[in-house]
């Protein structure tokens, strides 16, 4: 999935595209949120802006955006809370990590009203349009966008007796991201062998066992990329309809699958289901990770909550106030992330690795660099990961967009629209692009896609849900 997305010499989206034509939009391969419909990015900049007002107005804010596509969203956020002068006097700084220069050149477009790209000390720059005097930075990877002071300041307070350098509050987006990230494949076979005669390929060079390799019964077989089988060939398609590769279940344990789906006790119960299948994304759970330091610490909170014990992969109980190696430490959790993307809501995703070309389903393996390829985002892993990355945060949701998108007021931003709408082709396109979107029906995005928060937890006092998610803006 990686190299086919993200490889810079071919990836689907790294690649420059024909006739200046991208990947989004009616005339690419989909279509998102923000490009149905602009109030989309308008309510999630008021949870941005609802979220800064709960945590008491803080200053020197980031806004940090993954995986931006074309900028749209950007664009409707900044727009928004570009007219609310109190908060945009906060943001210092603006981040988007895009691993693509031809998409990067199109948000800049956007955003900053040029391509003309400065270089920084972690990739490109160039002034935003929106709010003055603030910078939107562009790199490729989340860990270059600093988690401690504003560079070239020392703003230190007194905590426990030590000196600790002043955090920037995070304001995390993540829009169709997690889709995007490279999964593996795993089925519980109920036993399989090996026999003596057969040559096991390893990253290291093949070998051939001397004696026939039995596996236990119910371990889990990681799914691999293999060209195709000559018999898996449908002679009725034409050529280019048959993939030249396909998912094929390894002879033997992987590394991979001796250790992933020991993760979480919610792999472990399948693990006497014969032929049950499991996805996941351990790059996924970094960024998650990620989201949840920058925002709570990797540390424990001044007053955290009781310690959770989870069994590990061995068996025994670890903590989820657990450290890293490298603690980021923030004693005062502030900030909050945003995910929107699809998938369940409560169960682990299997079998829905997927292509879609020119808006229709195709195999992953079709064309690769042409097809975009994703599959259904694991929710309830991501805020497994989150929780034990950091005992400063809570998580609440997913819920479906379509509650999130109504109660945050998506249909009584559409009849303000509405109101000052044109002509009859421009309340026909807000009509059906709001509707759309909080559609519960098998063609709408309202129960397919969900929204989740990681927010600072709160020890002062009861539940605070975040607006969105069954709460009220708070001043």
Known sequence: ???????????????????????????????????ISQIFGELV?????????????????????????????????????????????????????EASPYLQKQQATLLSGTKDLQKSHIGL????????????????????????????TRVLRKYADMEIEETLI??????????????????????????????????????????????PKNTWHELVVSPTSPSSHNTGLKDENNPEF??????????????LPKMSKRYKDLEQIADAIIEISPESLSYINDF??????????PSPRKNVEEPSATGSKISTSSKQSRP????????????????????????????????????????????????????????????????????????????????????ERAEQLLKGAKNEETRSRLETGWKRLVDLGPNGMGKTYKAMAIVPYNDKGPLRRPVGFGGHIVD
């Open 125 to 152: 720059t160039a002034p935003c349009k929106y709010i003055p005097d603030c910078k939107i930075h562009w790199c490729e990877d989340i860990r270059l966008v600093p988690k401690g002071t504003l560079a070239g």
């Open 246 to 259: 396909e998912l094929t279940v390894s002879k033997t344990p992987t590394p991979h699958s001796m250790y």
């Open 292 to 301: 949840a330091e920058r925002i709570g610490g990797s540390n424990p909170s």
């Open 328 to 411: 980021f430490t923030k004693p005062c959790p502030s900030g909050a992330a945003l995910i929107l993307d699809y998938g369940p809501l409560d169960t682990i995703p299997a079998n829905t690795l997927r292509g879609i070309r020119a808006h229709r389903p195709t195999s992953p393996f079709q064309s690769p660099g042409l097809v975009d390829i994703s599959a259904d985002v694991d929710f309830l892993a991501l805020a497994e990961s989150a929780l034990r990355a950091s005992p400063g945060v809570e998580v609440h949701g997913p819920v479906e967009q379509s509650f999130f998108l109504s109660t945050m007021g998506i249909k």
């Open 1 to 35: 999935m990686r190299q086919c997305l993200t490889h810079p010499g071919g990836g689907y989206y790294t690649r420059q595209t024909t006739s200046g034509q991208d990947q989004f939009g009616t005339k690419g391969d989909f279509v998102t949120s923000p490009e």
């Open 170 to 215: 995070p304001f995390i987006l993540a829009h169709e991201f997690f889709d995007a990230l490279p999964i593996h494949v795993f089925q519980n076979i109920a036993q399989s062998s090996v026999p003596a005669s057969t040559t096991i390929v390893t990253p290291t060079g093949p070998i051939k066992p001397k004696y026939s390799i039995t596996t």
């Open 45 to 97: 900049g008021i949870w941005i802006y609802a979220e800064w007002l709960a945590q008491g107005r803080k200053d020197r804010v980031q806004i940090i955006e993954v995986g931006p596509g074309r900028g749209t969203l950007m664009d409707d956020v900044l727009r928004t809370i570009s007219g609310l002068g109190d908060f945009v006097k906060r943001i210092e700084k603006i981040y988007l990590i």
